[in-house]
Every structure is written in structure tokens, then in C-alpha cells.
């Protein structure tokens, strides 16, 4: 079955950085697209960046450009998010989830998530 574990996530302060990773099981992790997901309480889903199947080309929300990078490991099905000079603002459950932008509405296709919460 498919598997998505997001690991990573904690507390930091605000210019603080943090790096998620994903170990995936169970699919061919090279023949998709990737993708990196949060949400805050009381709001929904947001899409944060995607990344295609070979690591070669990527897509990051206005939000987290410039401080947020993407990348991922085929050899060893693991995709990764380095979170730079974070804000509060960035406290959210992170998600990671198989499929470009449009997995944002296929909830089955995200793990579990692991938080991250901002704060001084």
C-alpha cells in the first residue's frame, strides 16, 4: 500500500530553520510528481511547492519563495523540505503527498503529517 511518513517538524523561533523529510513506500516514487502541503487551524489545505518526477524542475507558492527548497532522493524514495528564516505565519500541519498541485483536493494521497509551529 502506498505510505508517506513526514518526519522533522518541531518548534523553532521565528528566522529559525527546519528540514522535513518524506520516506515513500509501496508506488513507483520515481513515475510521480511531489508535492508539500500545510494547514493552519481554521483554514484549509494549502499548497505550498511541488517538485517533478526527477527533481529537475519546480513550483513554489509566493509565500515560502526564497526560503522554502524542495528536493528529493530517488535512489532512496525520500523527498525532503529545507524551511529557512521561518515566520510565524508558517505554523501548520506539513503534509507531504504524491502529485503536483492538483493532489491538494485527494486527501488519501497525503501522509500523516508532522507539525511545525513558529513561535517566540
Known amino acids: 500500500e502506498v505510505q508517506l511518513m513526514e518526519s522533522g517538524g518541531g518548534m523553532v523561533q521565528p528566522g529559525g530553520s527546519l528540514r522535513l523529510s518524506c520516506a515513500a513506500s509501496g508506488f513507483t516514487f520515481s513515475d510521480y510528481h511531489m508535492t508539500w502541503l500545510r494547514q493552519s487551524p481554521g483554514k484549509g489545505p494549502e499548497w505550498v511547492v511541488t517538485?517533478?518526477?526527477?527533481?529537475?524542475?519546480?513550483a513554489y507558492a509566493d509565500t515560502v519563495k526564497g526560503r522554502f527548497t524542495i528536493s528529493r532522493d530517488n535512489a532512496k524514495n525520500t523527498l525532503s523540505l529545507q524551511m529557512n528564516n521561518l515566520q510565524p505565519e508558517d505554523t501548520a500541519l506539513y503534509y507531504c503527498?504524491?502529485?503536483?498541485?492538483?493532489?491538494?483536493?485527494?486527501?488519501?494521497?497525503w501522509g500523516q503529517g508532522t507539525q511545525v509551529t513558529v513561535s517566540s
Open positions: 517538485i517533478d518526477q526527477y527533481g529537475d524542475k519546480t
Open positions: 503527498a504524491r502529485g503536483g498541485r492538483n493532489t491538494l483536493t485527494k486527501r488519501r494521497e
